[in-house]
Each structure stands twice: as structure tokens, then as C-alpha cells.
Nanobody, 124 residues
Framework: QVQLVESGGGLVQPGGSLRLFCAAS????????MGWFRQAPGKEREFVAA????????DYADSVKGRFSISRDNAKNTVYLQMNSLKREDTAVYFC?????????????????WGQGTQVTVSS
């Protein structure tokens, strides 16, 4: 069992930055993939970024590549999502999730454990 708690969301102006945090407790293994997804009102939950606990390999959705950066601190069991150059279309609830299979990092169905989400609003 893995418990995930997100924090760091808020209101930011276009072009601004935010850093999201995902604190994990319970069992995590090096083959786990940790992902960030987001869901805007009236839209489906979509993949944002993912990182492997062991090795730290990363993957990003095209819409955030070059602006967002995912990282992890194994000692703190925490995953971060640094979001720069934010756009209005980045407004959504952001969810942290854990994928114990270690494959299919972009697929929602591969993620078993989910946090409660944190709201990010980009507006002037």
C-alpha cells in the first residue's frame, strides 16, 4: 500500500512558476514509476510527467516539455514537479500517482495509487 499526498498548488499569473510536492509513504521500490497527471474541468485526466524511483529516467507530455521538470528525493520519499512559464491552459487539478508495474508510464490504468489532488490556477 502506498499513500500519496500532494501540496504546492495555488494561484499564479501567466508566465509564473509553481512547485508541486508529492509525499509518498508506504512501500516504494526502485522499479516504481511516479507520475503526475492533471484534470481540467470537463476534460479527461491526462498525463503530465513521470519518473522512475530508481535511475530517475523521466518522460513528459509534449504540452509541458521544456517548461516542467519532474524530480525525486529518494531519502525524503518525495516527488516534485517544477512548473515554469505557466499558461492559462495549465489550469487543472494535479494528481500524483504511483505505478508499481514499472511500465506504461503514460497510461492512467497503470497507476494504482493516487493522491487527492492539488489545484493549480493560472490567471491574471
Amino acid at each position: 500500500q502506498v499513500q500519496l499526498v500532494e501540496s504546492g498548488g495555488g494561484l499564479v499569473q501567466p508566465g509564473g512558476s509553481l512547485r508541486l510536492f508529492c509525499a509518498a509513504s508506504g512501500r516504494t521500490y526502485s522499479n516504481y514509476i511516479m507520475g503526475w497527471f492533471r484534470q481540467a474541468p470537463g476534460k479527461e485526466r491526462e498525463f503530465v510527467a513521470a519518473i522512475k524511483w530508481g535511475g530517475g529516467s523521466t518522460d513528459y507530455a509534449d504540452s509541458v516539455k521544456g517548461r516542467f521538470s519532474i524530480s525525486r528525493d529518494n531519502a525524503k520519499n518525495t516527488v516534485y514537479l517544477q512548473m515554469n512559464s505557466l499558461k492559462r491552459e495549465d489550469t487543472a487539478v494535479y494528481f500524483c500517482a504511483s505505478n508499481p508495474l514499472g511500465v506504461g508510464g503514460r497510461s492512467r490504468d497503470a497507476y494504482v495509487y493516487w493522491g487527492q489532488g492539488t489545484q493549480v490556477t493560472v490567471s491574471s
